[in-house]
């Protein structure tokens, strides 16, 4: 996805403790037409699964999940970071998922009634790093009796651990735009980027 990776050089900031700040144009500005060309992108890379529903997480993964969700024609459920009043215990799927760059661990909920054992899911997020938010999707998925068919990720730090776990458990993984490094705040890109 050679627009992202134009994005990620000019518009993207590098910080210490490999952050990558991506708000001007993915998770608090949205450029709608970028957001646009990656769902189609995941559309093409997907469009063979029997997909159901499209599964994120709150809050940077909502935008291009929606986008994915119309171009399949299926519900998009995100998982929210805490349990509102108005579920019940008894009444939702849980993970513990750990945010690398806030340092926190929240228990992700979605209710019991949006995914159900016949479901097809394909996970969509902004970020693959340590894969912490993608295995939590993951566990509910397969709470639900449900199959998680695909990961769809915009951008993903290979050089963290997040991609290999992925592969350890045999998940279909679409990365658009893959991270090698960002050693003395430089981006560099994976050079087979185009791989699945």
């Not at 024609?73 to 939702?92: G, H, I, Q, R």
């Amino acid at each position: 996805m050679e627009l992202l990776r134009e994005m990620v050089i000019t518009d993207g900031k590098v910080y210490d403790n490999n952050v990558l700040k991506v708000d001007s144009f993915l998770n608090h500005q949205i450029d709608a037409g970028l957001m646009m060309k990656m769902a189609e992108s995941f559309y093409e890379y997907f469009k063979k699964e029997k997909i159901t529903k499209i599964l994120t997480i709150e809050a940077s993964g909502i935008a291009p999940a929606i986008m994915v969700a119309n171009l399949f024609k299926v519900p998009m459920v995100f998982a929210k970071k805490s349990k509102p009043s108005t579920l019940k215990n008894n009444d939702v799927y849980t993970a513990e998922v750990h945010s690398y760059t806030k340092n926190i661990t929240n228990t992700i909920v979605v209710s019991e009634k949006f995914i159900n054992k016949d479901d097809k899911v394909l996970i969509v997020d902004d970020f693959l790093a340590n894969g912490q938010a993608t295995l939590g999707l993951m566990e509910i998925v397969e709470k639900a009796g449900a199959k998680t068919v695909g990961v769809g990720i915009l951008v993903e730090k290979s050089f963290q651990d997040g991609r290999k776990l992925l592969d350890e458990r045999n998940v279909n993984v679409c990365s658009l735009c893959r991270i090698a490094s960002l050693e003395n705040n430089e981006v560099k890109f994976n050079i087979s980027d185009d791989e699945k």
